[in-house]
């Protein structure tokens, strides 16, 4: 090691220790089908307001791939700008491999042309799960576990199987909800060409303007034509706002200098590693075992449990039940009929716990379910049963503030 590579090495740890920034640039873009669209952010300076705000810097369009022959001397301007793959994609080509495409051509763009590794990709709304719902009598905090039940719903998603994303606008709550294997396909795309995706989105109908983003440095025609598209996502990268898939995984682009650090934490664990190189390796292996085998012991007994707790609460609603049949007078016939029939309706995991009269003849009744996948079985089943119920309307649903149930309350038909 030469006395260059030491003054490096040590620059690096004092870079890493400033606040020095890194991330004052993202990008965002937008595949239309034919074309990409790419938007630059950068913190600017408006002539209105000396506070740094973001706005387009850049703008650029690239076609990924060209269907039909081509002449050479096409070919070999597509070539010199990095726009055309050896490989002509046709119109047989599956979404897979178009994906493949265009993303490692909005990578080679990015990385080579703007320098920039951190991107934001807006889908089409065809490309997810979408719903727009008036949750205005719904409490704020309510409002994330219903977007979740209406996309569950909506898009047939099984528990943990889909992430959500919702934005509230002057029409409603805008709601959107994809597969985690899709989610992942993009996150891995673009990682496998260098690029880390950090936000992922669909924007919602009607927006006509971007709040906070300053669309000075594009044109009207770009803007339309898809523009408009690729700066929002990377609005939602830059601020860390909704909707984006991938909230957990933003970070603020204007941080740390994380290549610096890194530097500086490599440099120091491989101190540490040189310094404690005589650590007794099989004693590690023995206590990590039992680390393992206690894990292993406290999740059987935690299953044990929450078993015991499920059985309890059945018991609970056997008792519940029983007694609203003792209760009914023997001039009640129709309430027993009513109520055998609601015996023949079972889902997995639902409980009823009560039933009463409304006014105008409907009937309202309220109980306790695992999850809202469960939820959204019961109306199912309850909806499939025309023949007695003429309409089944789910008033409301919220979590128990024990965090483990849903309670619900429905008003039927008859």
Known sequence: MNLTNLKAIFTDILSACSLKKKFVKTAGIYFDGSKIFFVKLGLITTEDDSIPIWGIVDTAELTPFVKGQLSDRSRA?????????????????????????????????????????????????????????????????????????????????????????FLETDSGVWMEGISNADVTRYIQAFQMNGIQLLALTAMPDGIEKIENIDLAGANTDFLERGGMKAAFAAKCLAYKTNPNFLQEKTTDLDGWNYRNLTAAIVLVTFLIIAVVGTLDY??????????????????????????????????AALKERNQIITDLSENTFPWRGLLIHFGTIKIQGVWLKAIHSLEGGNIEIKGEAISYEAV???????????DVFKSVRLKNSDTKSDGQLVTFTIELSL
């Open 282 to 315: 099989w004693e590690y292996r023995q206590v990590k075992a039992n680390l393992e085998s206690k894990r292993k012991q406290y999740a059987l007994l935690e299953s044990d449990r929450r078993k015991e707790e499920f059985i309890n609460k059945d018991l």
């Open 376 to 386: 959204g079985n019961y109306v199912k089943a309850l909806e499939n049963d025309s």
């Open 77 to 165: 301007i597509l070539m010199e700008f990095d726009a055309l793959d050896d490989d002509i994609l046709d119109e047989d080509s599956s979404e897979e491999s178009i994906l493949d495409l265009v993303v490692k051509k909005s990578a080679s763009f990015c990385i080579n042309a703007w320098q920039i590794d951190t991107v934001a990709f807006c889908l089409d709304t065809d490309k997810v799960v979408t719903e727009i719902e008036d949750l205005s009598n719904i409490p704020k905090d309510k409002i994330k576990n219903n977007v979740q039940y209406q996309i569950a719903v909506a898009g047939n998603f099984e528990a943990d199987t889909f992430k959500y994303s």
